[in-house]
Nanobody, 111 residues
Framework: VQLVESGGGSVQAGGSLRLSCEVS????????IGWFRQAPGEQREGVAS????????FYAEGVEGRFTISRDNAENTIYLQMNSLKPEDSAVYYC??????WGQGTQVTVS
C-alpha cells in the first residue's frame, strides 16, 4: 500500500485548506485511513479517521467542527477539509492506512 499526501501550504488564521491522501494498492486493510499530524518537538497525534465500510468518522477534540474527513472510493482518495485554521494547526500532516503504512507527509503552516 502506498499513500501520497498533497494539498498542504501556508494560510492565514481563519483560512482553509483541503488535504488529499491518494491510496494505491487497495487491500482489506485500507478500510481504515487516518490523518495524523506532527508539529516540531511534538509527538505525532491523531486528527481524524474514516472507515470505508459504514463511513464512520472520528475526530480529535481540538478539530471537531472545523475539520471534515471524507473518502472518494472512485478516486482512491481520502480528503481532509480544514476550515477556521489556527496557528496551532501548523504541522506536517500524514495519512496512515490500516496496513500500518504511512505517507510522506504534507506541511501545513498557519500564521
Amino acid at each position: 500500500v502506498q499513500l501520497v499526501e498533497s494539498g498542504g501550504g501556508s494560510v492565514q488564521a481563519g483560512g482553509s485548506l483541503r488535504l488529499s491522501c491518494e491510496v494505491s494498492g487497495i487491500t482489506e486493510g485500507t478500510n481504515f485511513i487516518g490523518w495524523f499530524r506532527q508539529a516540531p518537538g511534538e509527538q505525532r497525534e491523531g486528527v481524524a479517521s474514516i472507515y470505508n465500510r459504514g463511513g464512520h468518522t472520528f475526530y480529535a477534540e481540538g478539530v471537531e467542527g472545523r475539520f471534515t474527513i471524507s473518502r472518494d472510493n472512485a478516486e482512491n482518495t481520502i480528503y481532509l477539509q480544514m476550515n477556521s485554521l489556527k496557528p496551532e494547526d501548523s504541522a506536517v500532516y500524514y495519512c496512515l492506512s490500516g496496513t500500518n503504512d504511512w505517507g510522506q507527509g504534507t506541511q501545513v503552516t498557519v500564521s
